[in-house]
């Protein structure tokens, strides 16, 4: 395996003649494998007689409008078209690939991979609703032309899509992908990895896995590396495992670690709800709250219980009492049986002035007019449960 390099290298066109050779190595973009220097290229090698291609791919993916608009060309070449795929045909490289009618090898040890666009927006809904749009365009154009190449239907094409489809050269010859296999091997693009990570794909194969570990760590001679030997040991695995078995063990233990941290979180919540419960209902035992408020206590202690604690465990219980200040359910002066309202203004009065002051009808605020009550709580205890 090659080491990384910093610039991929562009496409290379070589004229012999009556046929040229023409090579996509590397990421297709606007800097490298560009359709707009091939075109151009293209057009040369028809006005000098050029009647045959062979082409030569080796690419992790890149543009589908560069490798569309290179598969167009292609297509409207009038000569024989013939093409090897090197270790790693992928994504938009498989629309190239599928340019070359007249036989299409790939060597024994290459990947052949398709999976769904991926699409980039920046925006409001709109700019939203235009990327979608230009989403299922792009997806069907890709599927129109593996299902011309392959003979397989759109759905199966589809589906293999959606899923993101690896094949080794035996899968995609019996796919239609490609029409034979050559016994040489062939090395693997220089940037698989940057493009692997920037196009986020997925279920890629254990070997193209060790390879894409292997290039980061020869550019990377600082970076530590671990004793394989060591973990299988730790992971209760035979000594011999494959690397695909040390994969499947590893998905495992993410499953079971994702299981039990659903089921603790799901434990706590539980037990908060439970304690919640407890904690309102003895004060409806004890006539604090009326049996109405509950349901409402309920739910502010489960998402506070610190707060509401402090609120219940500040009313008193019920007594009967004459005299009493009529019940406070507004910001208005209130009226006692002695007639002095305007010296009992309770405009200004936070929740520790009704716990000290008029228990009872902090109790009936509760009741009568939540909203207010809540208020009060909220001002009295700025940073619980936060």
Not at 20 to 38: K, L, M, P, R, T
Not at 51 to 61: D, F, Q, R, S
Not at 148 to 170: C, F, I, S, Y
Not at 302 to 321: E, H, N, Q, W
Request: negative net charge; charged residues 20%; contains cysteine.
């Amino acid at each position: 395996m090659s080491k990384l390099s910093s610039k991929p290298a562009p496409f290379r066109v070589t004229n012999l003649g009556t046929f040229a050779e023409i090579q996509f190595i590397g990421e297709i973009n606007w800097w490298a494998n560009d359709s707009a220097n091939f075109t151009r290229q293209l057009a040369e090698l028809r006005a000098a007689g050029v009647t045959e291609l062979k082409g030569y791919i080796n690419t992790p993916g890149g543009s589908l409008f560069d490798a569309n608009e290179i598969y167009n060309q292609l297509v409207a070449f009038p000569g024989r078209k013939t093409c090897v795929l090197g270790a790693l045909v992928a994504s938009a490289g498989t629309t190239i690939a599928c340019a070359f009618s007249d036989g299409i090898e790939m060597a024994a040890n290459g990947q052949y991979m398709i999976h769904n666009p991926c699409v980039y927006v920046d925006g409001d809904d709109k700019a939203l609703n235009a990327a979608l749009q230009m989403y299922a365009n792009v997806r069907a154009s890709a599927i129109a032309i593996y299902v011309k190449r392959t003979g397989l239907t759109p759905e199966e094409v589809g589906t293999m899509m959606d899923v993101t489809t690896w094949m080794t050269a035996e899968v995609a010859k019996a796919k239609g992908f490609v029409t034979g296999i050559v016994g040489e091997d062939s090395e693997l693009p220089d940037d698989i990895t940057e493009v692997f990570n920037h196009y986020k794909v997925k279920n890629v194969p254990a070997v193209l896995n060790q390879a894409v570990l292997a290039s980061q760590v020869s550019t990377q001679p600082n970076r530590s590396t671990m004793n394989k030997t060591t973990v299988i040991a730790t992971m209760g695995l035979a000594a011999d495992a494959s690397d695909a078995q040390v994969e499947t063990a590893i998905a495992h233990m993410k499953l079971a670690k994702d299981k039990a941290e659903a089921d603790l979180v799901e434990e706590r919540q539980k037990v908060g709800k439970e304690r919640a419960e407890l904690l309102v209902r003895n004060a409806v035992a004890q006539k604090k709250i009326g049996a109405g408020q509950e349901a409402g206590f309920i739910k502010m202690a489960t998402a506070d219980y610190d707060t509401v604690k402090a609120t219940l465990d500040a009313l008193p219980a019920p007594t009967l009492a004459s005299g009493q200040v009529q019940a406070d359910t507004t910001n208005a002066a209130p009226t006692n049986t002695a007639g002095t309202g305007a010296a009992d203004d309770r405009t200004a009065w936070a929740l520790k002035d009704y716990v000290e002051k008029a228990p009872d009808d902090l109790k009936m605020m509760a009741e009568k007019d939540p909203a207010k009550y809540r208020t009060l709580v909220s001002n009295a205890y700025p940073t619980r449960g936060k």
